[in-house]
């Protein structure tokens, strides 16, 4: 039963081959036996998915049909879930029990999605490895030495691990992406708007945006279709209709323009990643598909611009947590100042503490102009680089990540050799434009990921492009041993 995608769940809801009670059953057996081996959960909710299940078969009885209804999903810790701890991998949050649903979370909740626990992820979405959780590592389920990938590493390595069909997650500069990338996942970054980011908890504002993370393109345009959509409750989310994404998987790819970008060929990308991205440029081209090489030359200047961007908002998001308006108070404070000063040096992890000290010296009187400044002025650069490209092709292809997942640890003692692992991811972010990975093979037994960019809501093109692949690709369907 744990091998079942969201699509194959919903037709076996629907034939009444079994209940969404005793698929949840199974999961929280499974999840109880094997996540002890790779940390994915920080918590379980298992009376709250009892009584979801429950709920979903009895309105499947009174004749409601829907994908979602009676599907057992998890939501990464920084969607805040009425009164369940929401800790988004933060000893700063570790007794915050959210008082009310996100969005994301009352939508798919409404749709009568299961919710099994909330899964583990780097600290206030910080990091590429989800080793930054105050709740310890989370492991790849494909080589338990190696990294999940992250943020959003605890939802990736549940799903990929069949705990679970698929479960939210966040992207800020590639958490939904990469560790799609890393642990055999598709994953969708939704344009910047789509998605409500109403009770996820702020990373960088101006760039983080939730998606889905699943086994299949047809799975992620379901999970999608319960997320997206205009909330009045979100500044920044767009009032634009949703399709119906999984009517619209079925597209023939004759005549599509892909892009090339000839700066993603560089030094830095493993040349046999290199050589999968083109064996995925076949495959597609075989599908009528047209490929054209293009540029996007100010490719190079995203990742330091994304290093002061991402940590200014940082710093300014994270300065509620101070020990009086959110998050962990420490003993005995002597005076205020004390009292500040202990309670974000305790509740805080050193890499957010990091990124909180760069942010501010970057947005500070002396350095605003010379830092946050000219790191906006090359966001415009890099939007401009792929509206160009836009105007010729209609996505954009190219690896998701420049090496498969490395060790646990590996880069622990230098953190700027993580950040460089995010070259292909953080442009879409800078841009707010929707992207996504999918399986595309395996170097060294660990999984390798290809990623498509659209235009601004394109995103059922993405899902369409994905799915066509994968019905003539079978990377997506293999499974981790032992799971
Ligand atoms: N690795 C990037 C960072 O650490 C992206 C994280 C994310 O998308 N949340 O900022």
Redesign the pocket.
Known sequence: MHHMTLAEIARGLADKQFSSEELTKVLLARIAQLDPQLNSFISLTEELALNQAAAADARRAKGESGALLGAPIAHKDLFCTQGIRTSCGSKMLDNFKAPYDATVVAKLAAAGAVTLGKTNMDEF????ANESSYYGAVKNPWNLEHVPG??SGGSAAAVAARLLPAATA??????IRQPAAFTNLTGLKPTYGRVSRWGMIA?ASSLDQGGPLARTAEDCAILLQGMAGFDPNDSTSIDEPVPDYSANLNGSLQGLRIGVPKEYFSAGLDPRIAELIHDSVKTLEKLGAVVKQISLPNMQHAIPAYYVI?PAEASSNLSRFDGVRFGHRCENPENLMDLYKRSRGEGFGVEVQRRIMVGAYALSAGYYDAYYLKAQKIRRLVKNDFMAAFNEVDVILGPTTPNPAWKLGAKDSDPVAAYLE?VYTITANLAGLPGLSMPAGFVDGLPVGVQLLAPYFQEGRLLNVAHQYQLHTDWHTRTPTGF
């Open positions: 979405a910080m990091g590429s992250g943020s966040t992207d800020t500069g590639g958490s990373y991402a995010d």
